[in-house]
């Protein structure tokens, strides 16, 4: 059974930094895409880092260079690791993963999401 359990999340100031972690069981991560996503209240979920099975990654404009996704196969872990952070990236923050090479940032195409962790990002 796929199961992802996010951690990390918490409060801190803009400029601050913070690092997600997503604990993966029930499949083998390195033969997966996973990605990260995040929903402010009233918005859509959206794609704010992926990488795929060979470690390609892929960011938005709106995170690129102060956000940073990795993986470590061995402890079957995905990171986020999130600097310069903003007051808009405040956000439930979910771990996906769906099987396969290439890596979308599109929602729809993921098959298993993790419960998630709240990032509070104050002014």
């Known amino acids: 059974q796929v199961r992802l359990v996010e951690s990390g999340g918490g409060s801190v100031q803009a400029g601050g930094s913070l690092r997600l972690s997503c604990a993966a069981s029930?499949?083998?991560?390195?033969?997966?895409?996973m990605a990260w996503f995040r929903q402010a209240p009233g918005k859509e979920r959206e794609g704010v880092a992926a990488v795929d099975s060979d470690d390609t990654t892929r960011t938005p404009n709106s995170v690129k260079g102060r956000f940073t996704i990795s993986r470590d196969n061995a402890k079957k872990t995905l990171y986020l690791q999130m600097n310069s952070l903003k007051p808009e990236d405040t956000a439930m923050y979910y771990c996906a993963a769906v099987s396969g090479g290439y890596c979308s940032l599109r929602r729809y195409d993921y098959d298993y999401w993790g419960q998630g962790t709240q990032v509070t990002v104050s002014s």
């Open positions: 029930g499949f083998t991560p390195s033969r997966y895409c």
